[in-house]
């Protein structure tokens, strides 16, 4: 095997194994909340407003990922979207807010005592709201 094979072999292998590892344990997700209807004023937001807006709202939000409207959520991240309308399990909100990938958990496991997780509850009810087109 030639070196530029080998190194050929190396890095397909390690960008594989990477992409594999990206993949989140979705079966890890708290279900969908059963409540009909759930909408961003009278479900989200108040969730939103508690335990997320500290640090992604204003001039520089962490991550340049607003949530301070609707519209900011479903817009995403720096340009990238975090919300998949109608499939939550598929929504990078939703993996980070449930500790699914490492170094993308929200709250960042080190802030955790001063902003603590959201429940199983609350991530139901987000992915009720995606799961039902996030009206």
């Known amino acids: 095997m030639t070196t530029?094979?080998?190194?050929l072999t190396f890095a397909v292998s390690t960008f594989t194994m990477a992409a594999f590892a990206a993949e989140p344990?979705?079966?890890?997700?708290p279900p969908a909340a059963k409540?009909?209807?759930?909408?961003f004023d009278a479900d989200i937001k108040p969730i939103i407003e508690k335990?997320?807006?500290?640090?992604?709202s204003g001039e520089?939000?962490?991550?340049?990922?607003?949530?301070?409207?609707?519209?900011?959520i479903l817009k995403g991240a720096d340009g990238e979207k975090v919300v998949e309308v109608g499939n939550s399990a598929k929504s990078g909100m939703i993996h980070a807010v449930a500790d699914l990938v490492a170094d993308e958990e929200m709250p960042p496991l080190d802030k955790r005592d001063k902003y603590p997780a959201l429940t199983k509850d609350q991530i139901g009810l987000l992915r009720a709201w995606i799961d039902q087109g996030a009206k």
């Open 4 to 7: 530029k094979t080998l190194i």
């Open 25 to 29: 344990d979705i079966s890890k997700l």
């Open 35 to 39: 409540k009909a209807g759930v909408t």
């Open 51 to 56: 335990s997320c807006l500290k640090c992604h």
């Open 60 to 72: 520089k939000p962490k991550g340049k990922f607003r949530v301070d409207t609707k519209e900011n």
